[in-house]
């Protein structure tokens, strides 16, 4: 058992539902079990650059944040204190201010850190615990794209959003005969296009694992039109590889029209498209994700009562475990192409825009 009586948490990367389930269950554990002190630190990691910005975290404080989305702390996919951009006499320049986290950590009397983020937060988690300070993480995204656990809270509940928004696109779609391109978060993973893709009953999913073209979409839609189906729905994830020919039209969260006005041209059918965004990063946690951000906000707390710095919390059979953060970080689950999820949607004659079922 470790010598500790105050920990700090803190929420960096993009959010997720879940978030506040873990601060909640953190915070409960260390208080009601150890008697630890904890302090808040907002915004990632800034709440160390700038001390007084922390708070003491406390049991009212976390009443009734279950249910919300997004983090009662704040977060920041900026605010890296080995790259920090700040302006130093009119011009900006990139310090590495970790000393001074370590240092402000100290100050504010933390004995150890609970990180809760993706891979960018707990790759400066690494650092800092390599560093000397005393640091457990939590895996958190919505993209599902962390290999060292099998799942992360924020994917299932982003998968419900995602899914109920190609729910109602279906209606919309086939009373108009349209063909609707619904573009979906993931980074450079196809989880949440694949699953809500299959989920929704998708005709088209493409993916970043998959290479497809426009000719076999165009093709696949003929062919539902022959079969008298005179609507499809083509699930994009924001991540795919476009074709060579459409490769200069590339800019972030505008795939689903690239993708939709190429198939306008060439199917000479009337297309939509719907980019869902932050939605997916929005709104009440589902209950599955409640439940292990719960599990994993009391495990982060119990690899510091065991002295497990510098490991995370993950899910692997269902059991809540760890790893060393060094191994966890800088891997990219994606999706396997020859996989069963993907043979299970080719079999209920899911098109992919590749040549597999030509
Ligand atoms: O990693 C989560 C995620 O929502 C990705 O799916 C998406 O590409 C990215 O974050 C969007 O980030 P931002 O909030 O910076 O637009």
């Known amino acids: 058992m470790t ?13 997720a539902p879940g978030l506040n389930a873990v601060i909640r269950a953190a915070v409960k554990s260390a208080f009601l ?7 808040g630190i907002p915004d990632g990691f800034d709440g160390l650059i700038w001390p007084e910005k922390s708070y003491e975290l406390t049991l009212k404080d976390v009443s009734g ?14 605010g890296n204190p080995f790259n920090y951009r700040r302006i130093e006499n ?18 504010l009397g933390i004995d150890a850190v609970i990180s809760i983020g993706g891979d960018g937060s707990q790759k400066i988690a690494l650092e800092l615990f390599r560093k000397g300070l005393k640091i457990v993480g939590v895996p958190k995204t919505i993209d599902n794209d962390l290999c060292a656990t099998e799942v ?37 993973a196809g989880w949440i296009g694949l699953e809500a893709g299959i989920a929704g009953g998708a005709h088209v999913i493409l993916i970043p694992e998959i290479p497809f073209t426009i000719e076999r979409i165009c093709q696949y839609v003929a062919e539902r039109e022959a079969f008298g189906k005179h609507f499809t729905i083509v699930v994009v994830a924001e991540g795919i590889k476009l074709p060579p020919e459409l490769k200069e039209n590339r800019r972030a969260g505008a795939v689903g029209n690239v993708v939709g006005n190429a ?3 060439r199917a000479g059918k009337e297309v939509r498209v719907s980019v869902l965004g932050h939605i997916q990063r929005g709104g009440s946690p589902s209950p599955f994700d409640r439940i292990l951000a719960t599990r994993f906000g009391v495990a982060a707390v119990e690899l510091i009562a065991n002295g497990g710095f510098g490991q995370m919390v993950c899910l692997r059979n269902e059991r809540i475990e760890s790893v060393q953060i060094a191994d966890a970080v800088g891997q990219v689950k994606t999706v396997n192409p020859d996989g069963e999820m993907v043979r299970t949607a080719r079999a209920v004659g899911i098109c992919f825009g590749d040549c597999e079922q030509c």
């Open 152 to 188: 992360s809270f924020g994917f299932d509940t982003a998968l419900h959003t995602a899914t109920e928004a190609v729910d109602k696109i279906h209606t919309t779609a086939e009373s108009h005969h349209r063909i609707m391109v619904v573009e979906v978060m993931g980074r450079d």
């Open 33 to 39: 079990k150890y008697q630890w002190k904890v302090i």
């Open 65 to 78: 944040i279950l249910p919300r989305g997004g983090t009662i702390l704040g977060t920041t996919n900026r």
């Open 263 to 265: 198939i306008a041209a």
């Open 90 to 107: 009119g011009r900006e320049v990139i310090r590495d201010i970790s000393d001074e986290v370590i240092v402000n950590a100290r100050k």
């Open 3 to 15: 010598d500790i009586r105050c920990i700090g948490i803190c929420t960096g990367g993009g959010d």
